[in-house]
């Protein structure tokens, strides 16, 4: 029989949930920072409170649409070209986005290549396309070729990140095989790639074109053409009603382009 002294010690007493005094002191230094820069703002309660009162009576100004015909034809206008802005801006964004979502793939183009396509996609999407419509209405001008080139620019910073990220996770094997056969890079690309990252690539340019869709109202705020300048100027004249037409009609361009974007995503996966 086993001596008393081979009886094991009781272990310490362990807490089921001991404090995460790191958290804990974040927690608290993000609540200080968030009192703080409310207080430097302005943001005060009495403010949110009298916003209730404006917001009521603008919104009371907003009803109901107007859908006169003269308003008609301008709201058809513009909303006609904000879809030729977004379709043309997604088919040319794709364009642009595939080589170099391809040369910004680490297992596909040699390191310096990468890391410099990698920068670039970076530098694109470092600005919001309003931003990039700004400079671009600066360069061409009012119209919708400055919110063309900016959703463009945009749609390039985005697919192009996701096009590296989904050539990065495909599997090696298919392309050795191919290798191997003597396929020139190309072929390589064709045969082994592009089947592998073509389902995600299908649902990715169909959410950009109803991310489209919606910027392409935004750009149009700051001369970039569409809808956008068409609600712009309904605001300057106060026709509030005119405003709610144009609201609702986004909204339902917005809707349908949903559910085609994700007719799209269930057809080619």
Not at 81 to 87: N, R, T
């Amino acid at each position: 029989m086993a001596g008393v002294s081979d009886v094991p010690a009781p272990s310490p007493a362990r807490r089921a949930f001991p404090p995460n005094w790191p958290l804990r002191i974040g927690l608290v230094a993000l609540a200080l920072y968030v009192f703080y820069a409310s207080s430097i703002l302005n943001i005060t309660w009495a403010r949110f409170v009298e916003g209730f009162g404006h917001g009521g009576r603008f919104l009371s100004r907003m009803f109901p649409p107007n859908f006169a015909a003269d308003k008609l034809a301008l709201l058809y206008s513009g909303m006609f070209e904000s879809l030729q802005i977004a379709i043309l801006a997604t088919v040319f964004g794709i364009l642009f986005s595939v080589p170099l979502g391809l040369a910004a793939a680490r297992n596909l183009s040699f390191a310096p290549l990468a890391w410099f396509t990698r920068g670039l996609i970076a530098l694109l999407r470092s600005f919001h396309p309003v931003i990039l419509a700004i400079l671009f209405v600066k360069a061409v001008g009012f119209g919708a070729l400055a919110g063309v080139l900016a959703l463009i620019v945009a749609s390039m910073g985005f697919l192009s990140k996701l096009i590296a990220e989904a050539a990065e996770e495909i599997s090696m094997k298919q392309m050795e095989a191919i290798r191997a056969t003597g396929a020139p890079f190309l072929s390589v690309l064709v045969i082994a790639v592009a089947p592998q990252i073509m389902p995600r690539f299908i649902g990715f340019s169909a959410y950009q074109l109803d991310s489209n869709l919606r910027n392409s109202a935004l750009v149009g705020l700051v001369g970039g053409g569409g809808i956008g300048a068409t609600l712009f100027t309904a605001f300057q004249r106060f026709d509030y009603d005119f405003v709610l037409t144009i609201v609702l009609a986004i909204i339902f361009t917005v809707t349908v382009g949903e559910i085609l974007s994700g007719w799209m995503r269930r057809l080619f996966q």
